[in-house]
């Protein structure tokens, strides 16, 4: 059985997860999958399991992107 208040319940946790950008971020993510989905994983970086971008972003953290001195 469910709470008389069950309804207000769920509109106030939607508007604070909305408040929050939490479906902005789902829709994100998913439109992110989707375009990978397309992509079929081409843009990955030769003999990594990961995506180019993030391996340049792992690279810049360890100060080993072209124009960054050595840490």
Known sequence: ?????????DFSINTAQDLQGY?????AAFADY??????????????MRRLAGVDLAIKGTRGERAGQTPA
């Open 23 to 27: 479906f902005s971020f789902i829709e």
């Open 34 to 47: 989707l375009v990978m989905m397309q992509a079929r994983g081409t843009d990955r970086a030769e003999g």
């Open 1 to 9: 059985m469910r709470p008389p208040n069950g309804p207000a319940l």
